[in-house]
């Protein structure tokens, strides 16, 4: 009989941790089934043959560049035109590994390649919020691992669905499914905006990305992305929360002598007692 260690976290624990991940993407897997369907029948209504697009939904893994390589495919665009195009879009996954990075650095290479592959939005949002009320190191990857998987054999479903049923629905790209994806980037930013900081970042990277949505190879996303970056860094910067911090110290001060009660003073020594001590 074999004697698990106390340490080692068991098989039943990651299999736990694994379904949990899983089960928490599903309302993330329901936004993006449409966006699949819709990737589908783009992909058999164009010029692409039906296994091209499922190869891109296997390799690439990232909707939203998938669908603008297709555009820029059927464009006639240069391959250096589309590489740097979804490159380009695809950059904000950089701030993703390197939020999540404190929390699976600890993990063995193959482990971190493979987190990597599977990271989106969706699975950004729903690891984070898993790890970040977690100590960095204190959590192995079945987790994120189970939300990724998840996730990527739901897109490899629909877009198989949409590839095989496309065809006979001609115009489901008109029927605005597309806002199930716009919903669900809506429900993975709004919980995040618990701050001040968080806000504006987002206010000022939504603001400008609109605005410079005409920018080529949409290098206004990047700009807009790195304005809200900055934002977010200035506004976190120490002279702008000292003042809160001096504040939170202060009430915590004020609540531990509430806690504790009014000091007493001693009594002090009349003139009479302090001669009759000194003699």
Wanted: glycine share 10%.
């Amino acid at each position: 009989m074999t004697h698990s260690n106390p340490g080692q976290p068991s098989s039943t624990g990651h299999l736990k941790e694994f379904t949990a991940g899983a089960r928490d993407i599903i309302p993330m897997m329901v936004g993006a089934a449409p966006f699949g369907v819709i990737f589908g029948t783009l992909v058999a209504s164009g010029p692409l043959h039906l296994w091209h697009g499922q190869l891109m939904s296997l390799v690439v893994f990232a909707g939203s560049a998938q669908f603008i390589a297709l555009g820029l495919i059927a464009g006639h665009a240069s391959f250096a035109v589309i590489w740097a195009t979804t490159l380009v879009v695809n950059l904000r996954h950089v701030l993703y590994s390197a939020t999540l990075a404190p929390h699976v650095a600890h993990l063995p290479a193959r482990w971190r390649w493979a987190l990597g592959a599977l990271l989106t939005d969706e699975v950004f949002a729903v690891a984070w919020e898993h790890y970040r009320h977690r100590e960095p190191g204190t959590v192995g990857p079945h987790y994120f691992f189970g939300a990724g998987l998840a996730m990527y054999l739901n897109w490899q479903l629909w877009t198989v669905a949409g590839l095989l049923f496309g065809a006979a629905f001609p115009g489901l790209q008109s029927l605005g499914l597309d806002f199930a994806m716009v919903a669900t980037f809506i429900a993975i930013v709004v919980p995040q905006l618990v701050a001040v900081r968080y806000i504006a970042a987002a206010a000022t990277a939504g603001t400008l990305a609109f605005f410079w949505q005409a920018w080529p190879y949409k290098l206004g996303l990047l700009g807009a992305v790195f304005a809200g970056v900055a934002i977010g860094v200035l506004l976190s910067a120490p002279r702008f929360g000292r003042g809160a911090r001096g504040n939170h110290e202060s009430s915590r001060a004020a609540s531990r002598e509430t806690s504790q009660g009014p000091r007493r003073e001693a009594p002090r020594k009349t003139s009479k007692e302090t001669i009759g001590a000194s003699r």
